[in-house]
């Protein structure tokens, strides 16, 4: 396990395990979210985007984060592992709606100037804790179908299930 697609539904701790699976193989990790969110929740083009991600995964060793259909070709193509963040929607939203209030309450930037706010939080266009209530099927469907499709064969599937997995995994 070198170079790891890290995927899950948003709130899943995607970024946790990521982070924490780069420090144990030390290789560097790529936030998909910090490249494509430009100043504003601007999306940055398709063609820039793509780039970066081909520059990161050139390297012998990465992990990257995130659901990116524009770029998981690239990804996958290259990645040896895909790591799957499969946890129940009960734990999902109770994490997420908790990490979504806390940032909203202090501020924090997430990426390039980017912050949560209870005007997203509320649209309903934009909130993510609507679209992650919506996506949990999605996603489980999807990475179900991936795992077992031939095409994929040159990749390892490792679905988590739990925290306790998360941790297992992460070497935490």
Same mark, same amino acid.
């Given at each position: 396990m070198r170079r790891v697609s890290v995927v899950g539904n948003s709130g899943s701790g995607k970024s946790t395990l990521a982070a924490g699976l780069a420090e144990r193989l030390?290789?560097?990790?790529l936030e998909l979210d910090s490249i494509f969110h430009m100043p504003g929740w601007t999306p940055r083009p398709p063609e820039e985007f793509r780039a970066e991600v081909e520059r990161f995964t050139a390297a012998g060793g990465w992990v990257v984060d995130g659901n990116y259909s524009?770029?998981?070709d690239l990804v996958w193509s290259r990645a040896d592992t895909v790591v799957w963040i499969d946890l129940p929607r !009960?734990?999902?939203m109770r994490q997420l709606v908790s990490r979504t209030l806390r940032r909203m309450a202090t501020g924090a930037e997430l990426w390039n100037g980017n912050r949560e706010s209870f005007r997203l939080l509320l649209d309903r266009d934009e909130s993510i804790i609507r679209y992650a209530w919506?996506?949990?099927a999605k996603y489980r469907d999807r990475y179900r179908r991936a795992a077992a499709d031939p095409a994929n064969a !040159?990749?390892?599937f490792i679905r988590?299930?739990?925290r306790a997995d998360a941790g297992r995994l992460a070497g935490s």
């Open positions: 030390g290789v560097p990790w524009a770029v998981r !009960h734990a999902v919506k996506a949990q !040159h990749l390892t988590v299930a739990s």
